[in-house]
């Protein structure tokens, strides 16, 4: 478990000359701060992508939310886009709901779900009461953005989870949604998890158990092509050191090792200060996953990052990142992103509990670089980091300790978008009017990626369709509002995948170009008569 960090804490800014790594160094891309107008959030956390291209970013330890809206042309970082106080959770249990850590995901009826926390702001464990000690809320919400006034409304917990007091069950869970849209959410102290569908009476159904080795906890799920859950094991409450991956199988309802990860992933093995964190895990185009890994402690001839390839099924080790000292550096609850070409970024650092200042890389499938472009406000530790994948192909990075946001753009030169990766457009409304429901559909819909990832507390997926207009005159970008796709997979190849989408009434009249984006890689585009 993280040690709860005051966020007001003084932060040390390195010099960028001081995070030179490793003999190894690519370009990269560039960093540019969101110069948003208007009052964003104080402490930055999670941040996801609601599906009229807007953001939302989570203030931490606060109910509070605050709302990014892109410029004119679709930017995310300029004078032009604002910022805007977006709903606010509400209270539960008759206190308020202000989480640091939590379960998230934007489902595929485009409502937006929250869930457990780690830390609430107000709230002590009431078995162990100390300020520092985490509660494992079970408490959750959701929200239509799509409502004339968006208000979050309370969920209820997973029948038998957590206790009376709302605590010691969900936490700082992982969660995914399966490709036949199902939100699936882990027990982050047991073994347990679960399912939510909206419309569902009750809307919780119980997962399979089944051949899981350990609790849940600290472990992160990646979504697979085949639609099982890929995971690294964590061995919290194990006083051991192991290399097992394990795969859930949703159609068969249980866990399966998925073989040996060949490098030590979690920070385990110690003898004294193990975290048992991983680092964020990210499915490339090339069907395979780069999971990087959350341990220092030596191991003979073993790395701690390491490749899953979907296809073979096999595991092999990937190389080490180093800082110029020669100290391993990891991604203890660290965040990751695709890249429109197919490479990573990742941020890595010292340590949880090391202070030394972070340094980003690119993982290009084979090698991992140091980008030479390290952003002007340097995060001190990895966990206070997490990333988004937006619409134009920028990755958004925020961190609640060091107070920023910021946006990453991957060099056009080295990280052109893949080809293989880009939405196609088989079937589309000829003629579109503003507030009228139409209907698109295609293949590769929802990218060959969930996006982006973290080590197991925060998931911002972005394997879902939005849909924008370009105006013929203007150039103008206004984006429509996606709901109800009918698949939340990933590398769905030939499968032809709809979605229904509303446009607002700034579209431009007259003739439009229509984009399907997807990960930030948009398709060919489609005219369209807007009246």
């Known amino acids: 478990m993280k040690t709860l960090r005051i966020l007001g804490l003084s932060l040390l800014v390195l010099l960028l000359s001081s995070l030179l790594a490793n003999s190894q160094s690519s370009v990269g891309g560039t960093w540019s701060p969101v110069a948003a107008a208007g009052a964003g959030p104080n402490s930055p956390g999670t ?281 391993l550096l990891t991604a203890q609850d660290g965040p990751a992103s695709i890249l429109p070409c197919g490479k990573v970024l990742v941020e890595e650092g010292l340590g949880l509990h090391t202070p030394g200042g972070v340094i980003f890389f690119e993982w290009d499938g084979t090698n991992i670089y140091q980008i030479q472009n390290q952003p002007a406000l340097v995060p001190e530790f990895t966990f206070t980091s997490r990333m988004l994948v937006l619409p134009n192909g920028q990755v958004l990075l925020t961190d609640y300790q060091l107070r920023t946001v910021q946006v990453y753009t991957a060099n056009p030169n080295e990280c052109p978008p893949d080809p293989g990766s880009v939405p196609v457009v088989k079937t589309a409304p000829g003629i579109i009017s503003a507030g009228i429901t139409y209907t698109i559909s295609g293949t590769q819909f929802n990218g060959l990626s969930q996006g982006a990832a973290y080590g197991n507390d925060a998931q911002s997926a972005t394997n879902y369709p939005l849909v924008y207009l370009v105006g013929l005159l203007s150039k103008d970008v206004v984006f429509c509002t996606t709901h109800d796709h009918t698949s939340m997979g990933v590398a769905t190849g030939n499968l032809i995948v709809s979605t229904n989408f509303e446009c607002p009434n700034t579209i431009e009249i007259g003739v439009n170009t229509l984009y399907v984006v997807a990960n930030g890689i948009s398709s060919a585009g489609t005219p369209v008569i807007v009246e």
């Open 47 to 327: 941040a996801l992508l609601l599906t009229d291209g807007t953001v939302i970013v989570h203030d931490g330890l606060t109910a509070n939310w605050f709302r990014l809206t892109p410029d004119n042309k679709g930017n995310y970082d300029t004078p032009q886009a604002t910022w805007t106080a977006y709903a606010a959770l509400p209270n539960i249990g008759g206190r308020p709901y202000a989480p640091l850590y939590f379960a998230s995901a934007v489902l595929a009826n485009a409502q937006v779900i929250v869930e457990g926390g780690e830390y609430i702001n107000g709230e002590t464990n009431i078995n162990n009461p100390n300020p520092a000690n985490a509660v494992w809320s079970t408490k959750g919400a959701i929200i239509d953005p799509r409502a004339m006034n968006p208000a979050w409304a309370a969920v209820t917990r997973p029948a038998g989870w957590g206790d009376g007091n709302m605590q010691n069950g969900t936490g700082d869970a992982q969660s995914a949604i399966l490709p036949d849209r199902r939100f699936l959410l882990a027990n982050a102290l047991t073994k347990e998890a679960a399912y939510y569908t909206p419309m569902n009476n009750p809307p919780w159904i119980a997962a399979g158990t089944a051949g899981k080795l350990d609790i849940n906890d600290e472990e992160g799920w990646n979504l697979l092509p085949n639609g099982t859950l890929l995971t690294v094991d964590a061995y919290v409450q194990q006083n051991k050191v192991g290399m097992n991956s394990e795969i859930y199988d949703p159609a068969a309802a249980k866990w399966a090792s998925g073989g040996s990860t060949m490098a030590l992933i979690p920070d385990v093995g110690r003898p004294l200060g193990n975290t048992h964190e991983v680092g964020p895990a990210v499915l490339r185009p090339d069907g395979t996953v780069i999971y990087f890994g959350a341990s220092t402690l030596p191991l003979g001839n073993f790395t701690h990052n390491a490749v899953y390839n979907t296809i073979t099924k096999k595991w092999a080790p990937a190389p080490d990142p180093k800082n110029n000292q020669g100290r």
